[in-house]
């Protein structure tokens, strides 16, 4: 389905695999292995979505933290929420556990809230900041705890570090590729979940490339 027009060599797809699990950019990746950079860019891109099509879907539960971050754009002025030129994404994340994200229209309670409802179980703890459109949790079926960035407090476990966490790691990956189209964003964004999610390097690869062989059977 991926690759079956492919001219590469199963050593160079092999190659290409493992330059894409170690995050080299296909244009440095296509040096290395000496093949065209427009092979090993449309061939990351089928790795991407490749890896969306395999996500699985998961159920968090226990303690749940949520938040908002804002992606892309080079423009000055307004940063985070209402912030122009950037994509919104919503995270959920397990702590000690798996994150789940969702580019997200606006950061409204009616867009959050049915996200929170349909990925976290009942009952759990949901750690949110003081954003408003979170206020709905507090008569919702979830526990809702809320953190206030500008105190400071002895609470260790009232934090929201663990998706925060992740929001860097994801911005530090996209980073390296100057800017990414936005047709193309949600591929990169579940390339980012996936890395998170899925161990490490040695553990990513053993996954990546049998998923990528059953694609040529």
């Known amino acids: 389905m991926y690759e079956r027009k492919s001219r590469l060599t199963p050593h160079q797809q092999s190659r290409l695999i493992e330059h894409f699990v170690a995050g080299t950019t296909a244009r440095a990746a296509s040096e290395l292995i000496g093949v065209q950079a427009n092979t ?10 490749l890896i969306a099509s395999k996500l699985p879907s998961y159920e968090l539960s226990g303690e ?3 938040d ?4 892309g754009g080079k423009r000055k002025g307004k940063r985070g929420r209402g912030s122009t030129g950037k994509v919104a994404v919503f995270g959920l994340l397990k702590r000690g556990g798996k994150v789940y994200t969702a580019i997200i229209p606006n950061a409204k309670t009616e867009t959050l809230l049915p996200i929170i409802q349909q990925n976290v179980q009942p009952d759990s703890i949901v750690y949110t900041d003081t954003f408003r459109s979170y206020n709905a ?26 998706i925060e966490n992740f929001w860097n790691q994801a911005k530090r990956h996209m980073r390296k590729f100057n800017g990414i189209k936005a047709d193309n964003f949600y591929w990169f964004l579940k390339e980012c979940e996936w890395r998170f999610n899925g161990g490490n390097h040695a553990e990513l690869l053993k996954q990546l490339k049998s998923w990528y062989k059953q694609t040529k059977h």
């Not at 090993?40 to 979505?49: D, K, N, P, T, V």
């Not at 526990?143 to 009232?158: C, P, T, V």
């Open 137 to 162: 949790l507090d008569i919702s079926e979830f526990h809702h705890m809320r953190i206030n960035h500008s105190e400071l407090f002895a609470d260790q476990l009232n934090h929201i570090n663990g």
């Open 68 to 71: 908002e971050s804002y992606f």
């Open 40 to 49: 090993a860019i449309r061939f990351f891109m089928r790795l991407r979505q």
């Open 64 to 66: 749940v933290e949520a």
